[in-house]
């Protein structure tokens, strides 16, 4: 195949010492640069872990890196991958090309020289067919081994769609096969979910290393499925000698090894670019030496190509047009650090009730997607807090059952995973008692909660949906507002500045 590179180009502190010689690496040897969870970033944006939060990567500083790495080390022996979910985040996705809303990224992978990708859950959010749009849009092979059509087990979940591929680089053969999240049945629509069998990943992993293992000279598994799962995955299925995922966001700065598996992931939002120098011998990586790069703009190693380039450009003028629109003012960042509740979830959650006049709001945590910064705002600035379609909706719900979710976000709060709902109009005090979680008091409106009492909870269309995974509820009279959730959130950034609200809502009492 197409696409090499060296991992000292990368170097983040000077610019890419060429090879002793053009496209010199010995045989055996090849490089692997990967990405993962783009979500329709193009462009820089901030990276929080660094002083300042300054602007980072994007596909300019991608396509720079990537032509370095193959310049150093020649076209042949550099593979480029991706770790899916490349849909859904920045306003990008409210444009078509392809036939799929969100189509544009398919392009920019494609100028960067992308070898293949893996269907990630969020290529699911504007449903079956745009997903199969993209699908078979896509220039470079679509992978996922265990998402399959309902109709027909043997046939892949969405036309075109494959289970594995395989990649050339210096020669060597390198089998690589698709997993996507086995949670996808609460990430993506009952409409959606349908026409899809998800299937367990161990089982498909080992059927599909018994595939390519005696055709390949290394077996590459790329991933959507979330760090925990990838180190999982290495300890219940040998013979896998690299996973490459995605889904969790997670920044490996140095490859982990489980057994005999190494383990990578860069990241998310097209801000780090992940590099592996692999040795192979005798069908087994001999030795890897590979790290994650912060693609900062002071270190690009040379300029992106005309085409990318001219890629972001062209989408920048598109959305400044319609995005960069100024709204409003936030006194104040609001971020979503926290274990137990986050500020602008509790913005959320008191903008859900306050627009609707519900006793109590709710929002997943995992759909707020950026932090919403100080200062002025732009309809682009909400759009990233809020890029997903979900409709405001108002149901009922009895003080008994708005307890019951209580009880069941804090054992999720001891089990040290994120609180999936954040809340407003609701203070909620607990303790531990007896090895457990108990609730102390919740009150609603300042009253403590009436069980028999019938109260009004307003959230967005996907918690409604969702309820099982996050209410652990059926909502009673569910309607809509036929309103999204950035519709509202506009229209209140305009009344008025945007003031974190300071109040907690979630407090533990007693001793910790």
Not at 432 to 454: D, N
Not at 472 to 479: G, Q, S, W
Not at 483 to 506: F, S, W
Request: net charge negative.
């Amino acid at each position: 195949m197409r696409r090499a590179g060296l991992l000292l180009a990368l170097c983040a502190c000077r610019p890419p010492e060429p090879a002793a010689e053009r496209g010199s690496l010995e045989p055996g040897r090849f490089l692997l640069a990967h990405t993962n969870d783009l979500h329709t970033h193009f462009r820089a944006n901030p990276a929080a872990w660094l002083p300042g939060a300054p602007d980072i990567g994007g596909f300019d500083a991608i396509d720079a890196h990537l032509g370095a790495l193959r310049g150093s080390a020649g076209e042949d022996a550099v593979l480029y991958i991706d770790g899916g979910d490349v849909l859904t985040g920045t306003p990008l996705m409210e444009y078509e090309a392809h036939g799929a809303w969100g189509g544009a990224m398919l392009d920019f992978l494609a100028a960067a020289g992308a070898d293949t990708w893996v269907l990630g859950n969020h290529e699911l959010d504007r449903g079956w067919e745009n997903a199969a749009a993209l699908v078979a849009a896509s220039p470079m092979p679509v992978l996922s081994a265990n998402v399959r059509s309902a109709d027909d087990a043997q046939a892949p979940g969405f036309p075109g769609m494959k289970r594995h591929v395989v990649l050339e680089a210096n020669g060597l053969r390198i089998g690589v096969f698709g997993l996507t999240t086995p949670g996808l049945g609460r990430l993506a629509s009952a409409e959606t979910m349908a026409r899809l069998d998800v299937w367990p990943l161990a089982p498909v992993a080992a059927a599909e290393v018994a595939l390519l293992e005696p055709e390949v000279d290394l077996v590459v598994a790329l991933t959507h499925t979330g760090v925990e799962a990838d180190r999982a995955l290495a300890e219940q299925v040998p013979g896998i000698d690299l996973i490459v995922g995605g889904h969790s966001h997670t920044a490996i700065r140095e490859p982990e090894r489980v057994g005999e598996t190494w383990i990578v992931q860069a990241g998310s939002y097209a801000r780090q670019l992940g590099v592996l120098d692999i040795r192979v011998q005798d069908g087994r990586i001999a030795s890897l030496d590979g790290s994650l790069h912060d693609l900062l703009p002071d270190t690009l190693p040379g300029p992106p190509s005309e085409q990318t380039r001219a890629l972001v450009d062209r989408w920048s003028e598109t959305l400044d047009a319609r995005f960069a629109t100024p709204v409003g003012h936030s006194e104040a960042l609001l971020d979503r650090k926290g274990q137990a509740e986050t500020v602008l979830g509790r913005w959320a959650g008191d903008l859900m009730r306050t627009a609707t006049g519900a006793d109590v709001g709710i929002y997943n945590r995992g759909g707020l997607r950026a932090d919403l910064p100080a200062g002025p705002l732009t309809v682009g600035d909400l759009y990233e807090v809020f890029p997903f379609r979900n409709e405001v909706v108002v149901f009922e719900a009895t003080g008994a059952e708005l307890v019951q979710m209580a009880v069941r976000a804090l054992h999720l709060l001891e089990k040290k995973q994120y609180q999936p709902l954040e809340l407003g109009g609701v203070t909620l005090t607990w303790q531990r008692r007896m090895g457990a979680p108990e609730v102390v008091e919740l009150r609603v409106g300042g009253e403590i909660v009436e069980p028999g009492r019938t109260y009004t909870v307003a959230t967005n269309s996907y918690v409604a949906e969702q309820w099982e995974h996050h209410l652990t509820f059926e909502p009673r009279e569910l309607r809509s507002t036929g309103k999204v959730v950035l519709e509202v959130a506009e229209a209140a950034v305009r009344a008025g500045p945007v003031v974190p609200p300071p109040d907690p809502r979630i407090v533990r009492v007693g001793a910790r």
